[in-house]
């Protein structure tokens, strides 16, 4: 069977390799692939080499944002033929660990987990997978293609529930939301936090085109604006785009009791000012909160399925702007201005 596949920090090696069935050891449900999301982590893997093949081997196969049909599911797994599904992309260490323990492996304290299309393990691209029934979260048949955004608004519900636990250690009633960048992790920020009520607050450099239309749809406020120079004072800010100045700034910004959470990673060089003093101050006398969020727990991904189901089908559709065929997802490594979200439908041409 096909599946996408690259040799991590060689961008040269990007194509379609051939692969054998999926092993039962992968799990009882076998799955045949319909959509495989593509996104920054998949562009660090193949042009930083950021990403570990499995043991004893050179290429790892891509696809940590899947979605696709259940072909066989035993008695008693809960899942019928037919289903919809999204896998879970880590795994628990071995060990494991405490927090793995607790079934929260994306907070595993020792690094020995594994995370499918990324760490020591193939990803979903490919025709089929098998996955193991703990690991696969079904959605609503209505979501259809659109199940596709699961796994990255599963991480944007991580963030959420963290930032509102954080804000909860005193009095917190958040009504303010800023969400810094509008790719694909910055818009469906927004769209929870506009699913909570809260006045929301989108910046990117962008001046027109789909993001800030998109924005507008949700009823949220969109700026282009530096965002050292917003005249707000958010309760919740969600950074998206892993850029230091931004995240400097956005912190400075931020209201008193304000919770901000990081969610984004940068390779830039760019080289900026930086007070650590100056940054102390506010976050000690202002009591703001700053923490790191990546990955989600299972709860998460039942969460983002639940958002995903309320939110509007015609919106989320408008997110996904490029699907390719198995045979050019290379394509997907070379960003275009009017991309949003790169899908590979791995069912193309049958």
């Not at 090696?13 to 996104?39: K, Q, Y």
């Not at 958002?307 to 997110?319: E, F, G, I, K, Q």
Request: charged letters at 25%.
């Amino acid at each position: 069977m096909k599946a996408i596949g690259i040799v991590p920090g060689r961008p040269e090696t990007a194509g379609v390799v051939d692969l054998p069935e999926p092993p039962l050891s992968d799990g009882s449900l076998l799955v045949r692939t319909r959509l495989i999301g593509m996104c920054g982590t998949d562009v660090e893997i193949a042009v930083d080499g950021y990403g570990v093949p499995p043991p004893g081997e050179d290429r790892l196969v891509l696809g940590h944002e899947s979605l696709g049909e259940v072909v066989e599911a035993p008695e008693g797994t809960g899942f019928e033929p037919g289903d919809l599904v999204v896998g879970i992309v880590r795994r628990p260490d071995p060990v494991p660990c405490p927090a793995c323990a607790a079934d929260e492996w994306d907070m595993c304290h020792n690094g020995g987990f594994v995370e499918r299309g990324i760490k020591e393990r193939h990803g979903y691209g490919s025709e089929r997978f098998r996955v193991d029934p703990r690991f696969a979260v079904r959605l609503s048949p209505a979501l259809g293609d659109l199940g596709v955004l699961l796994e990255p608004t599963s991480v944007l519900a991580k963030a959420v529930e963290h930032a509102e636990r954080v804000g909860a250690r005193g009095w917190f009633e958040p009504r303010v939301a800023l969400i810094t960048g509008a790719g694909p992790i910055g818009l469906l920020a927004a769209l929870l936090v506009r699913q909570r009520g809260l006045e929301t607050h989108v910046v990117d450099v962008v001046t027109q085109g789909a993001k800030p239309k998109l924005v507008a749809d949700l009823g949220a406020n969109y700026h282009s604006t530096p965002v050292g120079e917003l005249p707000l004072a958010p309760d919740i800010v969600i950074e998206c785009t892993g850029l230091g100045v931004v995240a400097r700034d956005a912190t400075r910004i931020a209201g008193p009791g304000a919770v901000i959470a990081l969610t984004g990673i940068s390779h830039s060089e760019h080289v900026m000012e930086a007070r650590p003093d100056v940054m102390n101050k506010a976050l000690v006398l202002g009591n703001k909160a700053v923490f790191g969020s990546v990955n989600a727990a299972r709860r998460h991904y039942d969460q983002a399925a639940d958002a995903l189901a309320r939110a509007d089908p015609d919106w989320l559709s408008r997110l996904i702007t490029r699907r390719l065929a198995p045979e050019d997802w290379p394509l997907a490594l070379e960003k275009r201005p009017e991309d949003i979200k790169i899908v590979i439908d791995m069912a193309a041409g049958e």
